[in-house]
């Protein structure tokens, strides 16, 4: 038996277990494609089952979004508190998924409880999902986004809370801290350097569709302690795809100095850059967030008084619960589905998903004439026939929002004749587009 000292939500926590060696196996020479067919599940359905928590319907106008929490941390310690409050209040339904070990284990093994919540949110939303994660949170989406590809359809935006994309800057220290003491499967694979991580940004670290938000903080002391460039920084990502937003608070609020568990729980500006993004087509536009998120300190959702003890509780862990913990003195081998095989044969039949979603605009009159005004009658539905409020609606230079009744009239005088093509966005759905013409006045007779 040996005990490892690990971090878990800013807080100390003491942890006793046996050691529990990586797993023998070969690592892989090369990555899976991004097209390789999704793996089976290693974990038992009841246990991923048990771990997603939902409201009764996700069924609505407004994108249901997944919480996932941070290394050590319980959804409830992460979110109950503040996220959950928040988004409640803007009538957005979401989800938590508890990662087993409260994401202390293979992180790997937490990927697949991130998949099956994206598979099972989507099926019951009949749309695309949007997540929201803090540290590793953050950063174990994309784990499920690179190897059950099919995932890639259902998600609409990832939002990263000071999210672990390269890992802990202290690799070597912390390998070299497992070996002789051991350590949490997670702290080994979250080492700045590991296969895991390496595994994580092969080929591409963001993937087209998906709009990518990470947002960190210049006063992080886990994942940037020294203060780098947000470019160089850990939580951010670069790729060829994907639309990607990387963010330091500070730049946008100057005055919150918000630290790494700070930027995932009560920070305005995180959470003023987030709605942002969840409210808006692509990823959070900073400038537009400023105003929002520099109004005030905390976010909305936190009670100041209870500060103290929701702090207090993050990371708790029972004496049961600290003893499960798997401790490891080298990282976790990779599966063998991230080279390309499979540890089981996936399914011979193909995963079967409710076929997308999509919006539908709906312009009347279709035939404008130049230099004359006009009121255009506006309507956006989804392709299943129901109404899609706050869709943003261009036509013409000129920008709206759909009402709850999916409808809005536009006044306007067209300048130029031609064609032009209104389109609309939003709601989690990809965009889509009605054709107007523009014709010229007819001539007056003398």
Not at 399 to 417: C, H, I, N, Q
Request: hydrophobic fraction near 40%.
């Amino acid at each position: 038996m040996a005990a490892a000292t690990i971090l878990a939500g800013g807080g100390a926590v003491a942890l006793t277990a046996p050691y529990g060696g990586a797993a023998e196996g070969d690592q892989p020479a090369t990555y899976a494609p991004l097209r390789n067919a999704p793996p089976a599940y290693s974990q038992a359905p009841a246990a991923l089952a048990a771990a997603l928590k939902c409201p009764p319907s996700l069924a609505g106008n407004r994108t249901p979004v997944l919480l996932i929490a941070g290394t050590g941390v319980t959804p409830e310690q992460n979110f109950d508190w503040n996220w959950k409050i928040a988004l409640a209040k803007r009538g957005i339904p979401q989800c938590t998924i508890a990662l087993p070990y409260q994401g202390l284990g293979d992180i790997q093994v937490a990927g697949e409880y991130v998949a099956y919540a994206i598979r099972t949110m989507y099926g019951a939303a009949g749309r695309k999902i949007s997540i929201v994660g803090h540290s590793q949170g953050g950063m174990v989406p994309r784990w499920a986004l690179r190897f059950w590809g099919d995932t890639r359809a259902m998600v609409d935006d990832v939002i990263g809370l000071a999210p672990s994309n390269h890992g802990t800057p202290a690799g070597d220290a912390t390998m070299s801290s497992c070996r002789s003491s051991g350590c949490p499967a997670a702290y080994a694979q979250l080492a700045a350097g590991s296969r895991f991580l390496e595994a994580l940004n092969s080929r591409f670290e963001a993937f087209d569709g998906i709009s990518y938000t990470n947002i960190r903080t210049k006063t992080d002391e886990i994942l940037d302690p020294g203060g780098v460039p947000t470019a160089q920084a850990s939580t951010s990502l670069t790729s060829p795809q994907g639309r990607i937003t990387n963010v330091a608070i500070q730049d946008v609020c100057p005055a919150d100095q918000s630290g790494h568990r700070l930027v995932g729980t009560i920070s305005n500006t995180a959470f003023e850059l987030a709605m942002d993004a969840l409210t808006h087509d692509g990823p959070a536009d900073p400038g537009r967030a400023k105003a929002a998120a520099c109004a005030t300190t905390l976010m909305p959702g936190v009670d100041p008084n209870g500060l103290q003890g929701n702090f207090s509780r993050l990371g708790a862990m029972s004496d049961a619960a600290k003893a499960a913990v798997p401790i490891v003195r080298e990282e976790p081998a990779l599966k063998a589905y991230v080279g390309g095989r499979f540890d089981v044969e996936p399914p011979d039949a193909a995963i079967v998903t409710p076929p997308l979603e999509r919006a539908q605009l709906t312009i009347q009159p279709t035939r404008l004439t130049a230099g004359r005004r006009v009121t255009l009658r506006i309507r956006v539905t989804s392709s299943n026939g129901r109404a899609l409020s706050r869709q943003r609606v261009r036509v013409l230079g000129r920008s709206t929002r759909t009402g709850r009744d999916g409808r809005v009239r536009l006044k306007l005088r067209p300048k130029k004749a031609g064609k032009t093509v209104a389109q609309t966005s939003g709601n989690g759905l990809p965009v889509a587009k009605a054709t107007i013409r523009v014709v010229h006045a007819p001539k007056k007779r003398s």
